[in-house]
Structure formats: C-alpha cells, structure tokens
C-alpha cells in the first residue's frame, strides 16, 4: 500500500534517552512544517497499550520467549493497521518509539529467538513497512544502566533484565545498524544531551526533514 509520510523510529536499550530525543525531534520538524504523530512501541493505540502492560508488567507466572515474541507482533499488527499506515497515508511524520529492530535486538539477542522466526511474523504483521530512517542511540551499558538507577527504580520486566542481556540487545542493534547502514543511523548516546540532539538533527537534515 502506497505511503506518502516519512516514518521514522528511535532505537536503543534502556537509559540511552530515547523518549527525550524524539520529543526534540518532533519539536524540531514541526516547527519545519511536517506533521508529526509521535507513538511508541509497544503500544500506541487504547488495545496495543493493553497489550504492553501484558508484555512489561504480568509477574503471576513466567512468559516463555516465544510468548513473548507473539505479543509484541499482535500489539504492533494493532499499532501498524489502526495508527501507523492512516497516518502515513495521510502524510504524516510518523516517530516511533522503537519498531521491528526492537524485536530483532531483544527478543532475538536478548533471549535467542532465532531471526528466521521473527522475519516471519514480521511479514505477516507488518508486510514491507519499515521506516525510512532507523536513529540508533548507543552507549555502553554500563552508562546506560547508571542513567536508569539515577532515573528511579526498575518498573518493567525488561527494565529488570541482567547487563549480559543488555550486552546481548546491544550487539545486535549493532548488527542491524552495519547490515542495514542506508537507514539506520548510529548515534553516540554516551555524549550529552545537546550533542545527542545535534547529531539526530544532522541525521533529519541528511534526509531533506530539516
């Protein structure tokens, strides 16, 4: 289905600023005339946020990986069909929270799902829809996880995880980042907030958003 709006996504582990650098992103092109719808993943839409707090907050019984993969597909088969694609069809600037590479980084280095198995719920949730432009915020995960203990106490199962988890997500978003350099941007998040910001900026202005 053809898209006439810019899609773009926000990646990293925890602690890497994420949510702080797409709002300044946002600002950034709606001052430059684009309209900008800002979502999350998972989540985004009354049913898919229903679905996040399954996948970040249940602690009744253990979620097993592969559960854990098929939630995070059903709450972005909702996000994708009910937000993403009107949006993008009525052209929109679409940021996101993490997307796909979030799911390849996590659910595949994190906790080992093979890659093959993620492709194809991929393609049967969300088809060919990816973003134009992937910013990848790095840091080591040792000053990713300081950012979180200075934030407050761990929330969420993810948030919970041990630093070889974190060390696993890290080297696969990476990986994406070398296999797939044409839209992922990568940005040394280990840097201060307004060189962070100066660097997803030069990455809009590279793509014509600025």
Request: proline share 4%.
């Amino acid at each position: 289905m053809t898209t006439v709006g810019t899609f773009i996504s926000f990646e990293g582990i925890e602690g890497v600023g994420k949510s702080t650098q797409m709002r300044e992103a946002a600002k950034h092109l709606s001052a430059a005339g684009q309209r900008v719808l800002a979502t999350r993943e998972p989540g985004g839409t009354p049913l898919a946020e229903r679905i996040r707090q399954v996948v970040l907050h249940e602690k009744d019984e253990g979620l097993p990986a592969s559960a854990e993969l098929c939630l995070m597909f059903a709450a972005r088969a909702v996000h994708v069909n009910n937000l993403i694609r009107p949006a993008l069809q009525r052209g929109e600037c679409v940021l996101c929270d993490r997307y796909l590479d979030a799911t390849f980084a996590y659910q595949g280095g994190g906790r080992g799902v093979p890659d093959a198995d993620i492709q194809a719920l991929a393609q049967l949730t969300c088809g060919d829809l990816l973003p134009q432009l992937t910013i990848l915020l790095d840091a080591p995960v040792e000053i990713a996880l300081q950012r979180m203990a200075e934030r407050g106490t761990a929330t969420d199962r993810f948030e919970q995880e041990t630093v070889a988890f974190f060390e696993r997500v890290r080297r696969k978003y990476l990986s994406l980042a070398k296999a797939h350099p044409q839209r992922i941007v990568c940005v040394d998040a280990s840097q201060g907030l307004a060189a962070v910001a100066m660097a997803v900026r030069q990455a809009l202005q590279s793509r014509g958003l600025l």
